[in-house]
């Protein structure tokens, strides 16, 4: 592996994600979000790039990744909506960004089979996989 890029922020209802998003340098990588902190209950693990048949990755980055739809709503009312229905909760915003040597499907799947196997399930806002 060449390098490596990683950070994290929280996300509260009264934030603009855009605002949390903008210093996320370019690249393709995985994230996790948590309820309030690193500590808290893992709720969904997601990735941004696809490589193709041809060898070339999609077009999104991890920033238009996370600024995109999620449920048919953009990425912010989404996290809003949640954060409604649990006053008090904050998201916590784990993300990594590798040189093109690692897939990032490669690192979601295994992060979700880690999961999967611990716990039995998928984490609660990963409808599938």
Do not use: C
């Not at 991890?62 to 229905?85: C, P, T, V, Y």
């Amino acid at each position: 592996m060449k390098g490596m890029l990683h950070g994290s922020f929280t996300f509260s209802i009264n934030e603009s994600l855009r605002d949390k998003i903008k210093d996320i340098p370019d690249g393709y990588g995985v994230y996790r979000i948590y309820s309030n902190s690193k500590n808290g209950e893992l709720l969904y693990i997601g990735k941004a790039g696809t490589v193709k048949n041809n060898g070339t990755y999609s077009k999104q980055n991890l920033r238009k990744r996370l600024a995109n739809k999620q449920d048919g709503k953009s990425r912010e009312d989404f996290f809003r909506e949640k954060l409604i229905k649990t006053p008090k909760m904050k998201l916590y915003i784990e993300w990594i960004i590798w040189d093109n040597d690692i897939l990032p499907t490669y690192i979601e799947a295994r992060l979700i089979q880690k999961y999967y196997s611990k716990y039995l399930k998928l984490p609660l806002w990963n409808k599938s996989f």
